[in-house]
């Protein structure tokens, strides 16, 4: 706790308030950029997030710093709040002017406590499913993105390939994240009226082998299968986080349904088709938010909040003739990305 105490009194001395960070000039070192991930490094997520980033800030003289808090794997908040005081007294000592932060977690145990509505340094947060009032964002020194499922256009997609697919199960985890997204889902079907499809069964759980009971009640009580996020759930026997991969692999062995997913590691985890967000959007917008505030010598919290809006359709033939779905030539066609 005295800690704890003592980094708290250095954010007061070190970012005081006043004015911002961050303008570039000709002849100055890098500004720094200080990325801070919710999640891992070989999350595929992450990876084409920072791609995003490092095309929008691609000729600008910067200094990108990452680190990352493994919230998909370590869910123990003790832990978590101790990474977040770790990448805080990271940002004591590099002093950068923006600090990036993604996903929730991330502003769960960074942001929202410590940095929030500060002088220095500016925050842009993308990747955030929360409503942003959780965190107190927009604030003087924070912006950024929220990240928004394309449930709609995803439903839309599942009929248009296969008809008679009326009733629709999905399956999410325990994660915040999925909690958020459904709340998502739910207030864009009260704006926007009824999904393409209904949605028979929203059934969310922590463990694998609950996972594997829920896939197959879906068998007899759906006509499609929808899977929201799975990166979390558990061995009930071991306790150990089993990887995407394996409940992605699995799922693909005991589901007869045609599959929807949201996320982007639905190109690797074999879902038949869906409209797909982007992280590297998320990247890209983040970063020419941190673009201007470098630039510009803006103030983060002058910058209005942005949502991704582009969608990656996606199909994935393989899948499609395992299933005995035929898929229409015009939607292939039409499609960013198909797997063959």
Request: net charge positive; with cysteine.
């Amino acid at each position: 706790m005295r800690w704890v105490l003592i980094c708290l009194l250095l954010v007061q001395a070190l970012f005081p308030g006043g004015s911002a960070l961050g303008q570039t000039r000709a002849g100055q070192s890098p500004a720094r950029v200080f990325v801070v991930h919710s999640y891992d490094a070989e999350y595929v997520w992450c990876q084409a997030l920072n791609q995003g980033l490092r095309a929008a800030l691609r000729g600008l003289p910067v200094e990108l710093e990452t680190v990352y808090l493994d919230a998909k794997h370590d869910l123990d908040q003790d832990s978590l709040r101790a990474k977040g005081m770790n990448a805080l007294a990271k940002i004591f000592e590099r002093r950068p002017a923006v600090v990036i932060a993604v996903d929730d977690a991330a502003q769960t145990h960074l942001v929202a406590p410590h940095l929030r509505n500060r002088g220095e340094p500016q925050v842009i947060f993308c990747g955030v499913n929360a409503p942003l009032s959780l965190y107190g964002y927009p604030a003087k020194n924070v912006s950024g993105v929220r990240e928004r499922w394309h449930f709609r256009e995803s439903f839309a997609l599942l009929r248009k390939i296969q008809p008679s697919a009326r009733r629709v199960a999905l399956l999410t985890d325990m994660s915040e994240s999925s909690g958020y997204v459904l709340d998502d889902m739910a207030e864009e079907r009260r704006q926007g009226g009824p999904f393409a499809v209904k949605t028979v069964a929203v059934r969310r759980t922590d463990s694998f082998q609950q996972w594997q009971r829920l896939v197959r009640a879906a068998q007899k009580n759906a006509d499609a299968l929808a899977l929201g996020i799975y990166l979390s759930l558990r061995d009930e026997n071991t306790g150990a986080v089993v990887p995407g991969d394996t409940v992605a692999a699995w799922t693909d062995s005991a589901n007869r349904l045609p599959t929807v997913g949201f996320a982007d590691y639905v190109l690797r985890h074999g879902q038949m088709c869906g409209v797909l967000e982007s992280a590297q959007e998320q990247g890209q917008l983040a970063g020419a938010m941190a673009r201007q505030v470098l630039e510009r010598g803006l103030a983060a919290g002058g910058l209005p909040v942005r949502v991704n809006t582009k969608g990656i359709v996606v199909v994935n033939l393989r899948t499609a003739d395992r299933l005995k779905v035929q898929i229409p030539f015009e939607i292939i066609e039409a499609a960013e990305v198909v797997l063959k």
